[in-house]
């Protein structure tokens, strides 16, 4: 899961993370980081093509995110389940971004959609890539 930088400009990493401390997850990596665009662009290459991207990296290297590694059974689906739509205005209420989420862009939360996603994205976001 990342956590945005909208949602930790809000001071909202510790309601974030407690939200998902009772979901039944262990938290079992850690990492704060502002991110360069090289990174940025390696995370969401799979959007490369997509005319939103360039404004997303824009966004993503604007402020710290925090990446976190998180474990529980079920939990790429489970996570995803909480989190909520990509739009905070159609996620269901109780969710993440319902909750937190300010825009399509700005909704607080990253979580990957597949073991093979989660895989990349973690290797990328911990990983040093200056
Ligand atoms: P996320 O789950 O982090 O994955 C890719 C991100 O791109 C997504 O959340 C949104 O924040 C953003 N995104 C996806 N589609 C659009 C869109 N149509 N317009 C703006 N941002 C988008």
Do not use: Q
């Not at 995110?65 to 489970?78: A, D, Q, S």
């Not at 989190?83 to 825009?103: L, S």
């Amino acid at each position: 899961m990342l956590i945005k930088p909208d949602a930790v400009k809000r001071h909202l990493i510790g309601s974030i993370l407690s939200i998902v401390e009772r979901e039944g997850f262990r938290i079992v990596n850690l990492k704060m980081e502002k991110m360069s665009k090289k990174k940025a662009k390696l995370f969401y290459a799979v959007h490369k093509e997509k005319d939103f991207f360039s404004l997303l990296v824009e966004y993503m290297t604007s402020g710290i995110t925090v990446g976190v590694i998180l474990e529980r059974e079920n939990g790429v689906h489970h996570l995803r389940e909480i989190v909520g739509d990509t739009d905070p205005v159609k996620a269901k209420k109780n969710t993440i971004r319902r909750k937190y989420g300010e825009t399509y862009r700005r909704n607080s939360v990253h979580a990957s959609d597949s073991k093979k996603s989660y895989i990349y994205e973690s290797k990328v976001f911990f990983k040093e890539h200056k």
